[in-house]
Every structure is written in C-alpha cells, then in structure tokens.
C-alpha cells in the first residue's frame, strides 16, 4: 500500500523531527489550556442568545431543549450514518424522522441531508436526470431572481443552465414570466415557500399549475418554511397553499436545523413520487471494497445532527412547536410594528412569515441611509444583514425579549446622517 512517505521518517527509530508537518504544532496543547484560550477567543463572536443576531442562528430559547441538544450530540457524537444498520439507533431514528416529515407536508417519500444546500442539489439533480430520460440533452431550470443562490450553485455543480425571471411587484416569482421562458428543455421551475430576502411565499398554486400545463417537475423550497409554516397557519395565521397539497408540486426542500430548532446539519428532501426520490439513491460495487449504497450526496454522515434531530422534533412535538411559533409571532408583531411606528422605514414587502426586509421609505421627507442605519445598529450589537435593498430580519422565539431594545436602538438609527460604512454584507465567505 502506498503511504505518504514524504511527510513520515522513514526510520521511525531515529529521533529526527518529522519532515513536512506544515502548521500541525510540534507538541499538543493541553485540553484545559486549549479550552480556556477557546472560550476567551469565542467572546467576541456573535452572541446568538442575546436576541440581536439573526439568520445564521435560530435561537429556541428553550434551556431544556438546549440540555437535550448537547446531551444527544454528545451520545452519537462519533457515530457514523454511512452504514445505518451498524448504528441502528440512528436507522430508527432517520426513519422516524422521515415519517414525521412525510406526514407534516403530505409527501410520499423523503430523504435527510445535511442541510439546505444539500436538499436542493439531491432535487435539481433529480431533475436533470429525469428530464436527459427524457431525451433533453441540456436541462434547464426556471426561477425568480429570489431564489436562494443555492439553485445557482446546484445548476453550476450539474450542468443545469438556471433561467431566472423577475418578481411582481410584491417580491412574488411572477407566473407569466415563468411561462414566456419555459421551454422544451426546461426540467424544474422553483417556488419558494417563502424566499430569503423578503419573505414572501410565491404563488405556488400557479406556479405548480403551470408545470402541469407545459409537463416539468416543480420544486418548492420550504427550506425556511417548512417546519414553521403547518404552525403558522394553526395559530390563525393567513398561509396560502404552499405544499404537496398543490397538485403539480413533485418535490420540496425543508430544513430541520432552521425552524425545525435543531442544530446545523439536518434538512429534508422530499417527493410526491417513488420514481423520483429513487433518482438519488446512488449504489456501487464496482471496486473491491463491498457494496457501498447512499441515499444523498453525503458518504460519511455524523450521527449527531441526525439524534438531535429526532430528538428535537420528539421532545418539542405539536406542542413544542405552537409554544415556540407562538413567540415567533409575537417578536414578529412587535417587530414590525416598530419599523411601522418609525418615520423613515418601512418593510419593503407584504411578507408572509417571520422573515421580512425593511428599507428607507422613499415617502419620508427626510430620508436616512439604510447603510448608516445598519452600521449604527451594528454599534449597538445587533447583527441586521443588509441586502442590496435595505436591511433583513429573521426572527426566532428569543427575539420576543428584544422589541423594546429594537425600537429603542431604531430610534437612536434613525436620527444619525453621514455616510454608511460598508455595502452589501457577505452572505457567506470563503476560507483558504
Ligand atoms: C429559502 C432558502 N433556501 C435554501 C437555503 C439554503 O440552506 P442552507 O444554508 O442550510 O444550505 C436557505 C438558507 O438560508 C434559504 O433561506
């Protein structure tokens, strides 16, 4: 077997340093020194408990589901899914996970992945292969400019060529304009249930009619909605239809580690049809090493997110989740309904969820510059993303604690002229 001779002595006897060892220390730091240092560096990160951060985490709010989380995690921590039947814990408990998924949007087969990203690959590439089946040669996917970037990438990965279309007025994917740019070799058109930068849940009805109509699959990405919005519209809120329910819906993304309150790595895939869902499935022998078979883009899978997943989704059920979305509705309304107290601001959409934008009001006689109110509030410790059109907001159950601060430090923004510091906000980086 061929080893990395270069970087190990040859002669482990001799005591001559390793060759070619790169950043790896010379001698390991203790496990209390380490953590220490790792505690005093992590101060100043963004602090997700304290109700000013939003997006990146979503705070539950929950101590007793935070106890479960880490308890769970660190059970499975050194698990791996990659053959669930020798770790049959974790077997159960992906199947029961993807019951209690099925069962919340109405589909008939699902599959877990690592997050959202992942759940949108395994459907874009579900599609393409169903549509080269069909003897389309370059496949194409149709959405609105609000699609999350990761149909951008998923299309980039696959050799999919994404067609985007301008929104309506109300930030909605505009049906029309989906119908002028269908054409013989689109696979997928996309709904978003609701989209990232302004909330907003596209018309799905239509637009799972019109794949109907012109015979494509048609994907809708409840990525963010998924696990909040059954509960939503339990709590009185108006949620037009948005899930398999549709006729003409064939698959939906939905992550468990956003409004499902789970931490990061769990999202589902889910499919009206078995022919479909199979796509994704891959299985191999042709290598001396066994039969190796996954059901999604991942080979190793760590058994942590997976637990604490189920475990998540079992402590909290129905109940958890009306108490927890409850306060989600209510940081909503206290929300908003700062930025509609303040002159100068306005949500820019109608939106239909706990996610919105907000924007300087172009009807303000004196009107301040977004920028510089991001940065003042950026000062005051909040952690408010801009979009290239104003400021975005995603609000979890601990943001209900923090309506009096928001209005409060709004009211400071509002009033500061000058110069904004910074454009558009990285969504992501990328590290080297
Ligand atoms: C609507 C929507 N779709 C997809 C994604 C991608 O999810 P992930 O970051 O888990 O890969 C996001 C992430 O915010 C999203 O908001």
Redesign the pocket.
Known sequence: MASNQSAVDPNPNTKEPLRRVGGLPESGTPVDEMLESLRSERSGDLDWRGGRAFSLVYNADDSELERLQHEVASLFLHENALNPFRYRTLLRMEGEILEMARGLFGAGYAGLTS???ES?FMAVQTARDHAVERGITSPNLVCAITA?P?FAKACHYLGVQMVTTPVRADGRADPEAFASVIDSSTAIIVA?SP??PFGVIDPVTEIAALAMERDVLCHV?A??GGYLLPFWEALGQPVPPWDFRVEGVTSM?A?I?KYGYSFKGT?TVLYRDQDLYQRQIFMYDAWPGGLYASASSAGTRPGSPIAAAWATLTHLGVEGYMRLNRRVLDATLGFRSVIDDTEGVRITSDPDMSVFEFGTDPGADDTPDIGVIGDVMDDLGWNLDRQQGGLHIMLSPGHDRSVDAFRHDLGQAILRRGTAREGVHTYGAVVE
Request: glycine content about 12%; hydrophobic content about 20%; overall charge negative.
């Open positions: 997050g959202g990203t949108i999350h990761a978003s989209c990232y990405d990525c963010l993304s992550d580690h999202s």
